[in-house]
């Protein structure tokens, strides 16, 4: 019997497996170079790259410096960009979309872009974003629209020629640090929205052509430091709410146009450093409360216009370096308590100027409020009065 067998012919096809998807597109200076990353490469650069001047696409070294525009590619689908997404691309000044899909934006997105001055739209459906959104872009002097869940840190922070209005939005709850700080030609009103309840460090810190009405709502608990440090071109009546209970260092320090009536609230128990530091136009009558009970290094120290009768209440228990330092017009009375003659600091720098560049005192400081052996327990207590510089302590 003859058997016969079946034979099956196989054929093998080779199958290529598909290219990456292309996550987003690069244009280079020169318009002829384009580079198109996969989520690999997209993901070194926010990584490996983030603190180079350099990307590296398929083992190809490029400069960041290089890159002029960016497009978001249809094979982009992720809902999160990663951190230091366009961090220092220096050139890069097209306009992009970001997609809508994006839900988290992480921190440095558009850091140290300093040619980057395009619209941009932070879409609806994004409920985070990292800090330095748009931190060091110094040419940026665009509208934006603060998403309602509000901006990480450093959001403006160091945006030098940014000088547009803009609204927090009124579901923000806290204002993140350093939002506008060094935003040096920012001059708009600003309103504080009634459901914020902390402003963080550095809030218009550093904004020097700064000069507009600014209110803190009764809602605001808490203010960080640096509220409007080196603001040297405000002056406006500036008022802190009764529900604030504490304020940060250098509140108003080296707002060198500053001469507005400034009421401490009953609320605050202690004076941080620095508070008026450096405020050499301000000469207006300050009232510390009766419920102070410590007063922080530099209270006024540099106020070199600053001459009105000056009280320091019986709750006070500490009072740091510095506290009228250089205060050199300072003519008018100094109350202090007996209680507080223990809380000064030792360092002779806290009633008078010690600087090798001191004038020639005609009168020293008139101390009232306390008896002749409380006022020479307080000669002992800052011993070098008699010394030139100093001013010397004279009661009344």
């Given at each position: 019997?003859?058997?016969?067998?079946?034979?099956?012919?196989?054929?093998?096809?080779?199958?290529?497996?598909?290219?990456?998807?292309?996550?987003?597109?690069?244009?280079?200076?020169?318009?002829?170079?384009?580079?198109?990353?996969?989520d690999a490469d997209v993901s070194a650069c926010c990584t490996t790259a983030a603190a180079t001047t350099n990307i590296i696409v398929n083992g190809t070294t490029f400069a960041k410096s290089k890159v002029v525009a960016?497009?978001?590619?249809?094979?982009?689908?992720?809902?999160?960009?990663?951190?230091?997404?366009?961090?220092?691309?220096?050139?890069?000044?097209?306009?992009?979309?970001?997609?809508?899909?994006?839900?988290?934006?992480?921190?440095?997105?558009?850091?140290?872009?300093?040619?980057?001055?395009?619209?941009?739209?932070?879409?609806?459906?994004?409920?985070?974003?990292?800090?330095?959104?748009?931190?060091?872009?110094?040419?940026?002097?665009?509208?934006?629209?603060?998403?309602?869940?509000?901006?990480?840190?450093?959001?403006?922070?160091?945006?030098?020629?940014?000088?547009?209005?803009?609204?927090?939005?009124?579901?923000?709850?806290?204002?993140?640090?350093?939002?506008?700080?060094?935003?040096?030609?920012?001059?708009?009103?600003?309103?504080?929205?009634?459901?914020?309840?902390?402003?963080?460090?550095g809030f218009l810190g550093g904004c020097t052509s700064f000069n507009q009405p600014i209110t803190i709502p009764s809602t605001v608990t808490s203010i960080g430091n640096y509220f409007l440090y080196s603001c040297t071109?405000?002056?406006?009546?500036?008022?802190?709410?009764?529900?604030?209970?504490?304020?940060?260092?250098?509140?108003?320090?080296?707002?060198?146009?500053?001469?507005?009536?400034?009421?401490?609230?009953?609320?605050?128990?202690?004076?941080?450093?620095?508070?008026?530091?450096?405020?050499?136009?301000?000469?207006?009558?300050?009232?510390?409360?009766?419920?102070?009970?410590?007063?922080?290094?530099?209270?006024?120290?540099?106020?070199?216009?600053?001459?009105?009768?000056?009280?320091?209440?019986?709750?006070?228990?500490?009072?740091?370096?510095?506290?009228?330092?250089?205060?050199?017009?300072?003519?008018?009375?100094?109350?202090?308590?007996?209680?507080?003659?223990?809380?000064?600091?030792?360092?002779?720098?806290?009633?008078?100027?010690?600087?090798?560049?001191?004038?020639?005192?005609?009168?020293?400081?008139?101390?009232?409020?306390?008896?002749?052996?409380?006022?020479?327990?307080?000669?002992?207590?800052?011993?070098?009065?008699?010394?030139?510089?100093?001013?010397?302590?004279?009661?009344?």
């Amino acid at each position: 019997m003859i058997v016969k067998t079946a034979t099956r012919v196989i054929s093998t096809k080779v199958i290529s497996e598909p290219a990456p998807p292309v996550k987003l597109i690069l244009t280079l200076d020169d318009d002829r170079t384009v580079l198109a990353l996969t989520d690999a490469d997209v993901s070194a650069c926010c990584t490996t790259a983030a603190a180079t001047t350099n990307i590296i696409v398929n083992g190809t070294t490029f400069a960041k410096s290089k890159v002029v525009a960016i497009e978001f590619a249809h094979g982009w689908s992720s809902n999160t960009i990663l951190d230091f997404f366009l961090g220092e691309f220096t050139s890069l000044n097209k306009p992009f979309n970001i997609p809508n899909c994006v839900t988290s934006i992480g921190s440095y997105f558009l850091y140290g872009c300093t040619s980057f001055n395009q619209l941009l739209t932070i879409p609806n459906c994004v409920t985070s974003i990292g800090n330095s959104f748009l931190g060091g872009c110094t040419s940026f002097n665009q509208p934006i629209t603060i998403p309602n869940i509000g901006a990480g840190h450093n959001f403006l922070y160091g945006c030098t020629s940014f000088n547009q209005l803009l609204t927090i939005p009124s579901t923000v709850t806290s204002i993140s640090t350093y939002f506008l700080y060094g935003c040096t030609s920012f001059n708009q009103l600003l309103t504080i929205p009634n459901c914020v309840t902390s402003i963080g460090n550095g809030f218009l810190g550093g904004c020097t052509s700064f000069n507009q009405p600014i209110t803190i709502p009764s809602t605001v608990t808490s203010i960080g430091n640096y509220f409007l440090y080196s603001c040297t071109s405000f002056n406006k009546p500036i008022t802190i709410p009764s529900t604030v209970t504490s304020i940060g260092s250098y509140f108003l320090s080296d707002c060198t146009s500053l001469n507005q009536p400034i009421t401490i609230p009953n609320t605050i128990t202690k004076v941080d450093d620095t508070f008026l530091y450096g405020c050499t136009s301000f000469n207006q009558l300050l009232t510390i409360p009766n419920c102070v009970t410590s007063i922080g290094n530099n209270f006024l120290s540099r106020c070199t216009a600053f001459n009105y009768p000056l009280s320091i209440p019986n709750s006070v228990t500490s009072i740091g370096n510095a506290f009228i330092y250089n205060t050199n017009n300072f003519t008018e009375i100094l109350t202090i308590s007996p209680s507080a003659i223990n809380a000064l600091s030792n360092d002779n720098n806290t009633l008078s100027n010690t600087t090798s560049t001191a004038p020639t005192y005609t009168s020293g400081i008139k101390i009232a409020g306390l008896t002749s052996t409380e006022f020479t327990q307080l000669q002992t207590k800052l011993p070098n009065r008699t010394i030139v510089p100093y001013r010397k302590l004279v009661r009344v």
